[in-house]
């Protein structure tokens, strides 16, 4: 018998990514992949999996799964919360052993709002050009996880699940949230006050955020003039502000191209940050 | 002819062109030459976004190269690098009669010029497989429907703009319909998902429905 994880609860929603799909932009395909992708390369670390092997990123939590077909490492990153294996809370950034018929849960996140969650194996589900993330723009890659659903897991890599003396625990902060950012293309669209109040003021992440971009709450900030832009190609982390002033952080399922200037795009360094922001949490720029 | 970079992240830059013309005539001189450590070349109606590994292809070196690359003014013309798709369609859109009329022109006509035109497709982002088709043959710009359509089938022939598309799954839009194919121009499962890919020469062939 394979092993697989079925999914008994998938939570507010829980989708399969790996790093992505890159060399399709050109198609109108976005990168897609985990949005904390640092979060699941530690994860799949953690079991000894590659780093590109398909993990489950779940929302916030509400997530069960069971575990058959035999025993399976599998091991937590990203948000910080509880993770219950067979009613008993287990660490996170820990490789764990869940028994066949074993059942976990990843509780309401604490801190930060992504879980990843890797099985030893990777989950195997079919890649579509060449990745296995669920890319919720366009809706290519595997469907979002509904109750029932069963994930078949790939075979044992041949790495061991290495021995780890101090833990290897990274939670998201949960106050403010200082993120690097680096000139954008179209920084020069912009009023010298508007530079200057965009890296001054307070931010918060505002309700408006998921995986295609993240709307901010803040000051507004002013055009020098009012031009249109011919939509132009984009990349993760861009910080695009549209007509009304307000500032979007454009992520991993964004659109291939935007109608809106670039300000400023977030630091490679910063951007898993943005993927473990929770709305009304507060966030401020600086120069990378 | 003049290339402004503009800075796009650790991983990219992009190129500001006078116009399409010259971002066509600039992915024509950078697409055949894949260099190693390219990601995406991702043409748009000004622009042109170059997705490096830095690591292979660090972003000075890339500079230099987009700065000293040498474009011929005149695009090839030759389907060669690109190949040729012949999109069969059916003439039979709801928005024909319309279109035909506000350009002042008999639906025949417009058909007739939709047909003699070649295409080539300039850049995509709307949707997965879709291309923005430009020709030189093609003269006139289609105003956009009032209010877009909630649901555009699947295969719609379209005009907007100086562009010409083929919306390859169902999705909303404001496009002019003029026409339908069968033609699947996008399947994930291809190894070349895409029919509709930037560089791409196009030619539209009526067939009855």
Do not use: K
Request: include cysteine.
């Amino acid at each position: 018998m394979t092993r697989a994880l079925v999914v008994e609860s998938p939570g507010a929603l829980a989708l399969v990514e790996d790093l992505g799909r890159p060399g399709f932009a050109h198609l109108g395909v976005t990168g897609s992949g985990a949005l904390d992708r640092g979060a699941a390369r530690l994860a799949n670390r953690l079991v000894g999996n590659r780093d590109g092997d398909a993990i489950v990123e779940v929302l916030v939590g509400g997530f069960r799964a069971r575990f058959t077909g035999g025993d399976c490492w599998f091991a937590v990153a990203g948000a910080w919360g509880p993770v219950v294996l067979d009613g008993r809370t287990v660490a996170p950034y820990t490789a764990v052993r869940a028994p066949d018929g074993g059942v976990l849960e990843l509780g309401p996140a604490v801190r930060g709002l992504r879980y990843s969650l890797a099985v030893r194996g990777g989950i195997d589900e079919a890649p579509v050009l060449g990745s296995r993330s669920r890319d919720t723009l366009s809706g290519i890659g595997p469907e979002p996880l509904a109750p029932g659903r069963v994930l078949a897991i790939g075979a044992e890599p041949e790495a061991s699940v290495p021995l780890i003396d101090q833990e290897a625990a990274f939670a998201p902060p949960d106050g403010a949230v200082t993120l690097a950012l680096r000139p954008g293309p179209r920084a020069d669209w912009f009023t010298d006050a508007a530079g200057a109040t965009f890296f001054e003021a307070s931010w918060r992440l505002s309700e408006q955020a998921d995986r295609i971009g993240a709307r901010l709450v803040g000051p507004t900030l002013e055009r020098r003039d009012a031009g249109e832009l011919a939509s132009e190609a984009t990349v993760p982390g861009s910080v695009q502000v549209a007509g009304d002033g307000r500032p979007t952080i454009l992520l991993a399922d964004r659109p291939v191209t935007g109608g809106y200037p670039v300000i400023a795009i977030v630091a490679l360094s910063s951007l898993d940050a943005v993927a473990q922001l929770r709305p009304g949490q507060e966030l401020r720029f600086r120069h990378a | 002819m003049t290339r402004r970079l503009l800075p796009s992240g650790e991983s990219a830059l992009l190129v500001e062109c006078d116009g399409l013309d010259e971002v066509l005539a600039l992915h024509d001189a950078l697409a055949p030459e894949r260099r190693p450590g390219v990601i995406e070349l991702v043409p748009a109606a000004r622009t042109l976004l170059v997705v490096v590994d830095p690591a292979v292809l660090p972003l000075e070196s890339l500079a230099t190269w987009l700065r000293r690359i040498r474009v011929d003014d005149a695009p090839a013309t030759d389907a060669a690098a690109f190949g040729e798709a012949v999109v069969p369609v059916v003439y039979d859109g709801d928005d024909l009669d319309e279109t035909a009329a506000l350009l002042h022109v008999s639906p025949e006509e417009l058909v007739a010029r939709h047909l003699a035109a070649s295409w080539r497709v300039a850049f995509g982002g709307f949707a997965p497989g879709f291309g923005y088709l430009v020709s030189d043959d093609w003269s006139f710009e289609v105003p956009r429907l009032g209010a877009p359509r909630a649901r555009v089938p699947a295969g719609a022939v379209a005009l907007a703009g100086a562009f010409a598309g083929v919306y390859p799954r169902q999705s909303p839009g404001g496009w002019r319909l003029i026409g339908r194919t069968d033609a699947v121009l996008w399947d994930a499962g291809r190894p070349e998902p895409a029919v509709l890919a930037p560089g791409r020469r196009v030619r539209f062939e009526r067939v009855r429905g």
